[in-house]
């Protein structure tokens, strides 16, 4: 068969192979060049939860936040709306530990790994974690009374800084009939270390303990 090269014929020519209108061609070139709302939305969506998670959330964590929210998405189309969005989950980097015989300059480690209490208010532990509150991460600070090993001070913020532990010292102190005489242990952190936190300490007449840097076992 001779075809003839006119500028409609690859697309009269193929829509006459396949038995279709040649309407169902330029129907579906219009189509294309208009936005897709319901991606558009989608990315929206993926976006949100995203940056609620400070940039950490990968595709798994996004499309488990958006099942909690009822809406049901697989994985490989989260993790391609986030690169049609250039999302990228930022996760932390390899810690480096400094030695772990160096102690603190100022603060010497007074607990020295004696774990086992006689009796309560003798040696009080503090720490912070990070944990998922459904819209965004926040940060929890303890406290802990070595002798039962309950909690007696928490709290609860979205910054990590001295202001945090020292509320969750405040509740402990005064849930606890602001006892004196009672050891604080912890890591170097400098929501410990700092001189608002060690003038605290100093204020309830508590003897203050931090672990080794870089070892896990001190604390």
């Not at 010497?108 to 532990?125: E, I, K, M, Y």
């Not at 912070?128 to 001070?153: F, H």
């Amino acid at each position: 068969m001779i075809l003839s090269f006119s500028d409609d014929w690859p697309v009269t020519q193929l829509c006459e192979l396949f038995e279709l209108p040649t309407s169902t061609y330029y129907d579906r070139q219009k189509r294309a060049t208009l936005p897709d709302i319901q991606r558009m939305n989608e990315r929206a969506q993926v976006r949100a939860l995203f940056a609620a998670s400070q940039g950490s959330a990968g595709a798994r964590t996004v499309m488990k936040q958006l099942a909690m929210q009822g809406v049901a998405m697989g994985r490989y189309k989260v993790t391609r709306l986030m690169a049609e969005a250039g999302l990228m989950s930022r996760q932390p980097g390899k810690h480096r530990y400094k030695q772990a015989r160096q102690a603190h300059a100022v603060v010497p480690n007074r607990l020295d790994r004696a774990f086992d209490t006689v009796q309560p208010n003798q040696v009080w532990c503090g720490d912070i974690t990070y944990i998922w509150t459904g819209e965004q991460w926040s940060y929890l600070a303890v406290v802990m009374d070595l002798y039962a090993r309950r909690v007696v001070g928490w709290a609860m913020s979205a910054t990590v800084d001295t202001t945090l532990t020292l509320r969750a010292l405040e509740m402990a102190y005064r849930l606890r009939g602001r006892p004196q005489g009672v050891m604080f242990h912890s890591d170097q952190g400098c929501q410990y270390s700092s001189l608002e936190y060690r003038q605290r300490l100093w204020r309830y007449r508590m003897v203050q303990s931090m672990s080794r840097r870089g070892n896990c076992w001190d604390t």
